[in-house]
């Protein structure tokens, strides 16, 4: 069954490639991937795969495919949407859609998981159990597209659930998997400085948003260092700092925001807190007033742990995996979260490192790209573990 399984995708490795090279040409952004939804579900609708239902949870895809034996029932996830990024590239294929780019490898997902899905369906009559093929949308952007659609009933009696991402930032032939939590809880906060403008040569006369603003970004960066267990991981990052005027002109309002990342629910709930009694603080110290929004975003992604000895045993098994080793926790967020919060499951890494490449573009970055290989090693894992979970 694996030899069959590993022979057939790479057989079909080709049209992984060509599929993802046209989904790369034309992204659309989160929550507004209709043209990607018509296409996953065109090609099921062409293999002849009847039980396909769209519009889950939003612009979602789930595709369900029946063994000829009783089973359990595996569930593998992929998301499809792009990011509000300017392509630099230079490929061949890059986006022709201005300002919008697959910068982060979704692309590469939704192929691996199409092709893996034909393959499945293939070989149903040979199969036990059933295969929820599960295409997300929108996970760029919190509240992201995982919770309606398991609210709409995606998870229905799913027993286990895999999901990978393919991982620029480390070498081909490298898997990575953690029991436990792998990526942070990912929030997101705003704050409006309500200063008193004026002229530049009279300050005496203003409420100066932007000194008031750095004092701020200051004081918030001692919540990590100063509050928060050594032993504990957090992270308060400013992303932006915005006070446009003119330069003779003392700033009427200054806007900042930023993230927070976190693993510990009592630290994220903490921080929170801090974020707030320290702009409240900062401000009233200033005599200036303020706005804050604090927006909780995805939780953390916890694996569980058999299911991830289970995934990493399926890995070593997979020819292009040389390495399959055990990672630290990553800062990123992910709503896969929210599937391992209703169903066991795990989520791993693929190594996607361009070749030749010794520092690779990051993830989101106008330059991205990933290793196309990667995405039959990704088949591979996520067949030989559902296929596999037959017989655990």
């Excluded at 003119?246 to 700033?251: E, G, L, Q």
């Excluded at 009694?277 to 995805?298: F, P, Q, S, W």
């Amino acid at each position: 069954m694996k030899e069959k399984l590993f022979k057939r995708l790479e057989q079909l490795y080709e049209e992984m490639v060509e599929i993802r090279r046209y989904l790369h040409q034309h992204p659309e952004l989160s929550f507004q991937e209709k043209k990607t939804a018509a296409y996953i579900a065109n090609y099921y609708h062409q293999l002849g795969l009847k039980d396909v239902r769209t519009g889950v949870g939003g612009t979602g895809v789930v595709a369900k495919i029946k063994g000829g034996r009783p089973g359990k029932t595996i569930a593998l996830r992929a998301d499809f949407d792009a990011l509000p990024i300017q392509e630099e590239t230079g490929l061949p294929f890059q986006s022709i859609v201005p300002g919008v780019m697959h910068a982060c490898g979704h692309d590469g997902h939704t192929s691996t998981l199409l092709v893996l899905a034909k393959v499945l369906f293939e070989m149903r009559d040979e199969l036990s159990g059933q295969y929820i093929i599960i295409h997300q949308h929108a996970e760029e952007i919190s509240p992201g597209g995982a919770k309606p659609m398991i609210e709409d009933g995606c998870l229905d009696g799913v027993d286990t659930i895999f999901g990978t991402h393919l991982w620029a930032s480390i070498p081909y032939g490298t898997l990575h998997y953690r029991s436990g939590p792998i990526m942070a809880a990912a929030d997101r906060f705003e704050i409006t400085i309500k200063g008193y403008g004026g002229h530049g040569a009279q300050p005496h006369k203003t409420k100066d948003s932007i000194v008031i603003g750095s004092q701020l970004i200051m004081n918030l960066q001692q919540i990590v260092s100063r509050k928060v267990d050594p032993i504990e991981s957090a992270v308060l990052s400013i992303g932006y700092f915005v006070a446009d005027n003119s330069f003779n002109v003392i700033a009427d309002q200054a806007k900042l925001g930023g993230t927070v990342r976190t693993f510990n629910p009592v630290i994220q709930d903490m921080i929170e807190k801090e974020v707030r009694r320290i702009v409240e603080g900062t401000c009233l110290a200033a005599g200036c007033d303020y706005d804050i929004k604090y927006n909780r975003g995805y939780p953390a992604v916890v694996n569980h742990e058999a299911e991830t000895e289970f995934l990493a045993e399926c890995a070593r098994e997979v020819p292009e995996l040389s390495t399959v080793e055990e990672c630290a926790p990553e800062m990123g967020g992910e709503d896969f979260a929210y599937y391992l919060q209703n169903v066991k499951g795990t989520f791993f890494f693929t190594g996607a490192k361009p070749d030749n490449v010794v520092n690779p573009y990051p993830h989101h970055h106008p330059k991205f790209d990933i290793n196309e290989q990667s995405m039959l090693a990704a088949a591979r894992t996520l067949g030989w573990a559902a296929l596999k979970s037959q017989l655990a």
